[in-house]
């Protein structure tokens, strides 16, 4: 069992940068490839990130990269997500989920995620 909490979300005009956090339990974190997803009023979740378990390899959705880095700290079971150039299309609700994966690879797909933070709101305004 894994439980995620995630913080760092808030009102930023455009332009800005935000630090997204995800804080995970469980003695096991490491094995766990670990995803960003987002949701925005009226649309799907969509896929932003993911990092693999040991860190070496990371992916990226279009609209994020050059924009975003994704890294993790399995010494403190931390998970994070840079957002810098924020733009009013990144406006949503931002999931950090856990898929035990213990390779080099990581998954885009949401479904193959286990376990799901409560999400934290990131605004951008114009």
């Known amino acids: 069992q894994v439980q995620l909490v995630e913080s760092g979300g808030g009102l930023v005009q455009a332009g800005g940068s935000l630090r997204l956090s995800c804080a995970a339990s469980g003695r096991t974190f490491s094995r766990y490839a670990m995803g960003w997803f987002r949701q925005a009023p009226g649309k799907e979740r969509e896929f932003v990130s993911t990092?693999?378990?040991?860190?070496?390899?990371?992916v990226y959705a279009d609209s994020v990269k050059g924009r975003f880095t994704i890294s993790r700290d399995n010494a403190k079971n931390m998970v994070y997500l840079q957002m810098n150039s924020l733009k009013p299309e990144d406006t949503a609700v931002y999931y950090c989920?856990?898929?035990?994966?213990?390779?080099?690879?990581?998954?885009?797909?949401?479904?193959?995620?286990?376990?799901w933070g409560q999400g934290t709101q990131v605004t951008v305004s114009s």
């Open positions: 989920a856990a898929e035990l994966r213990w390779s080099t690879s990581a998954s885009m797909i949401a479904n193959d995620y286990e376990y």
């Open positions: 990092i693999s378990s040991r860190g070496d390899n990371t």
